[in-house]
């Protein structure tokens, strides 16, 4: 399973019931009668990490600017 599966995800809950529903029957598992399921799931938890990761990325460019903004302003007293 995937580590993003725990209950403090919410946001592809949805995708999740479809394949634990579909996991129930042990022959459409086998065989890959749930493999539209995952698919779903695999879309969603990418998209889930893309927008995560551009807000990350976003942030961490700022910290950067903010902190090369301050050491200016401290060799500029010198």
């Given amino acids: 399973m995937h580590p ?6 919410i946001v592809c809950r949805e995708f999740i019931q479809a394949l634990d529903a579909c996991h129930v029957d042990i022959w459409a598992r086998l065989t890959g009668g749930c493999n539209q399921e995952k698919d779903s799931l695999n879309k969603c938890l990418r998209k ?3 927008e995560r990761s551009t807000h990350n990325r976003t942030q961490a460019k700022e910290k950067r600017l903010k902190t090369e903004q301050v050491w200016k302003e401290l060799h500029q007293d010198d």
Avoid at 4 to 9: F, H, P, T
């Fill in 48 to 50: 889930e990490r893309v």
């Fill in 4 to 9: 993003q599966l725990s209950d403090k995800r």
